[in-house]
């Protein structure tokens, strides 16, 4: 059974980074084909991605995104970390991890809402 | 704005069956397949449709999927109150290089 959970802080300063972590469990991040990626959706708005990390550590970002973000993965902890630079109002929203293997997101966490403000 | 363009809301009665259509370009669904997310009501989304038409084991048979060129659509038929929900079409962007989704469309189940 796959599962995550997405973590991190609720509310963040503007100007602060975000970090958030997702552990997940059923599957590893070292077979082939694996990745997980992190997507949000502003209240009341559409999905975005954000980034992707494979099981071979290849990492794909969201082009406007891509200078304030990073994704890391700890194989043996079962983790993968999301760091957000420079956080804005405008990036309140639910941030989900998810599991991906070869095509779509199969599974997801449950969601984190993170807010912005001061 | 979304790199996938969705109506924003669609309707239907029980019973009824509806069709969604997911537009894009030939650098997303006109060279990769389409996959189709269902949100619930303050619930993550699930993946419903996978490789334009197949669905993940649990899916029922009434959701389908179809693609054509640099269009794609998902049909339900025999409507239930249940399917009331946001669905989501996404793809893989070569240009982009990651996934896209489309803005998403509000399904109401009169």
């Known amino acids: 059974q796959i599962t995550l959970k997405e973590s991190g802080p609720t509310l963040v300063k503007p100007t602060q980074t975000l970090t958030l972590t997702c552990t997940f469990s059923?599957?590893?991040?070292?077979?082939?084909?694996?990745?997980v990626g992190w997507i949000r959706q502003p209240p009341g708005k559409a999905l975005e991605w954000l980034a992707l990390?494979?099981?071979?550590?290849?990492?794909r970002y969201s082009p406007s995104l891509k200078s304030r973000l990073t994704i890391t993965k700890d194989t043996s902890k079962n983790q993968v970390v999301l760091t957000m630079t420079n956080m804005d109002p405008v990036d309140t929203a639910t941030y989900y991890c998810?599991?991906?293997?070869?095509?779509?997101?199969?599974?997801w966490g449950q969601g984190a809402l993170v807010t912005v403000s001061s | 704005q979304s790199v996938l363009t969705q109506p924003p809301s669609a309707s239907g009665t029980p019973g009824q069956r509806v069709t969604i259509s997911c537009s894009g370009s030939?650098?997303?669904?006109?060279?990769?397949?389409v996959n189709w997310y269902q949100q619930l009501p303050g619930t993550a989304p699930k993946f419903l449709i996978y490789?334009?038409?197949q669905r993940p084991s649990g899916v029922p048979d009434r959701f389908s999927g179809s693609r054509s060129g640099t269009s794609a659509s998902l049909a339900i038929s025999g409507l239930q109150s249940e399917d009331e929900a946001d669905y989501y079409c996404?793809?893989?962007?070569?240009?982009?290089?990651?996934?896209?989704f489309g803005g998403g469309t509000k399904l109401t189940v009169l």
């Open positions: 998810a599991y991906r293997h070869w095509e779509g997101f199969d599974y």
């Open positions: 059923g599957f590893s991040l070292s077979t082939s084909g694996v990745g």
């Open positions: 030939s650098s997303n669904i006109g060279s990769n397949t």
């Open positions: 990390i494979y099981w071979d550590d290849d990492k």
């Open positions: 490789s334009n038409n």
């Open positions: 996404a793809a893989w962007d070569d240009s982009l290089n990651g996934p896209v």
